[in-house]
């Protein structure tokens, strides 16, 4: 990682994702959208898009730009498309999101809000894929992590082209009309290349380098990081390219659906018990706070795939599917990407800072930017918050799913204030803080 040039804009990239994720919660706290309710009730589908769009995707699309060139040892393709990107996806959602309220009767807006905003949507996912995916090709062969991230760029074209049939559908436009049945049977396939395919298959690649990096371990075992993807891709496939031709042929998803659901526990199992040996076989004995928390995400994923088991084993899968999806979403990515912020966060500031004097004069540690004992209750009632969060919806009960939900924003708060304080160096010493030679970093944009 030493010696790769830094993306300006990673940093902005995490700030405004963070933003989307507080002001999520906020609506949540006061009671706007409840996912037990309608999960595909417009007040819910503005909670929805601000998580999984706003947050998980704006600070993946981040941490790839940083990360794709150091799982494939080449430059990123083009860095000044990434601000560009950030504009379209940031402005596409705020758009979205107006024509949900105008759908909602919130205000009277265009119809045409909908399908304009997924429109601009299309566009930054396309500048981001375009981007990664360049970097990708020029790498061929592509190491095993860097497979799990084309396999995520592949589903996020998935996503966004059944997100802009979806928005023509629901702007009652003269093309949308034709597909009258759209909303109901390609919600599914929508949500398994979005959550499944482009959050969770590339957070599941980037992890594996990651983890191993910052734990000193060797790669992990090649036959099951080879079949975590096998299977993974296999699931996928099954689910979307089948989901489409059981919708073209009108014959139910239920088959479609079984098959992929059981090629997906066998890559997380695969991918489980892989990161497991990381763990087993890391030189750096002492875990990190990053690290842990890692753990604790990964052990709220095999909770949700044994929740989706069970709800489908008992039948009660689609009157608590909004439990498993916020499972999903908080548990285990909401957690994984604030674990590993907290590492990547402080490791970015201090290339930035004390890389260009490093060896001339003393520099701090990466672990020097950071107080741990203090951020480990964020984390702490983040995950608690999470889980009770769950088990509120499992049993149905609005206000303490509201509480709960307060809890994890207050925990996302408090971890914010320590992402605020890496980037100021506010927790180093002050001999040490900025030797001769050595720049303040900005709090949004990194100088490279």
């Known amino acids: ?24 919660e906020a609506l949540i706290v006061i009671g706007f959208g409840f996912p037990n309710h ?25 941490a790839l730009f940083q990360f794709v060139p ?21 402005l596409g959602l705020t758009v979205l999101l107006a024509g949900f309220l105008a759908l909602g009767g919130r205000f009277n807006g265009p119809p045409w809000l909908l399908p304009v905003g997924a429109g601009l ?23 095993g992590p860097a497979r799990f991230v084309a396999g995520g760029l592949a589903c996020i074209c998935v996503t966004a082209t059944f997100g802009g049939l979806f928005s023509l559908v629901l702007s009652g436009t003269a093309i949308g009309a034709q597909w009258p049945d759209l909303l109901v049977s390609g919600v599914p396939i929508h949500a398994i290349a979005g959550l499944g395919g482009w959050l969770t298959f590339t957070a599941m690649g980037v992890s594996y380098r990651l983890l191993a990096m910052f734990m000193l371990a060797p790669d992990g075992d090649a036959r099951l990081g080879r079949l975590a993807w096998l299977a993974g891709i296999a ?79 008992t039948g009660a899968f689609s009157s608590h599917v909004g439990a498993l ?16 912020l907290y590492k990547i966060v402080p490791f970015l500031t201090w290339l930035e ?18 107080a741990e004992r203090r951020a480990l209750k964020w984390f702490v009632l983040f995950f608690a918050g999470s889980w009770a969060a769950t088990l ?41 803080r900025l030797p001769t030679g050595a720049a303040m970093p900005h709090l949004l944009v990194s100088r490279n």
Not at 1 to 24: E, H, Q
Not at 326 to 339: D, E, K, P, R, S
Not at 399 to 424: D, H, N, P, Q, W
């Open 38 to 62: 309608d999960i595909g009730g417009p007040d819910t589908l503005v909670v929805v898009h601000m998580v999984s769009i706003g947050w998980l995707s704006t600070v993946l699309c981040g």
């Open 235 to 313: 699931a996928l496939a099954v689910g979307l390219v089948g989901g489409v031709l059981a919708l073209w042929r009108m014959t139910g998803l239920n088959l479609a659906l079984l098959l992929a659901g059981a090629a997906a526990l066998l890559s997380l199992a695969a991918y489980g018990r892989d990161v497991l040996s990381l763990y087993r076989t890391r030189k750096r004995r002492a875990l990190e706070l990053n690290t842990g928390m890692s753990l604790v995400a990964l052990a709220s994923l095999a909770a949700a795939a044994m929740l989706g088991a069970t709800l489908l084993a």
């Open 121 to 143: 949507l299309i566009a930054g996912f396309a500048l981001v894929v375009a981007n990664l995916g360049m970097t990708l090709w020029s790498a061929r062969p592509l190491p």
């Open 325 to 340: 999806v916020f499972l999903v979403a908080f548990g285990w990515l909401t957690g994984l990407v604030l674990a590993n």
């Open 353 to 370: 800072t004390y890389g260009p004097v490093m060896g001339r004069v003393p520099t701090p540690r990466v672990q020097d930017l950071v």
């Open 70 to 90: 150091v799982l494939v040892a080449r430059p990123l393709y083009a860095e000044r498309w990434t601000l560009p990107a950030l504009a379209l996806l940031t």
């Open 392 to 432: 509120m919806l499992l049993f149905d009960t609005a206000l303490g799913f509201r509480i709960a939900v307060a809890v994890v924003m207050l925990a996302t708060l408090g971890l914010s204030e320590e992402f605020i304080r890496a980037r100021r160096l506010a927790d180093v010493a002050e001999p040490l």
């Open 1 to 24: 990682m030493i010696g790769t040039s830094l993306c300006k804009w990673v940093i902005s990239y995490f700030a405004v994702a963070i933003a989307w994720l507080l002001l999520a």
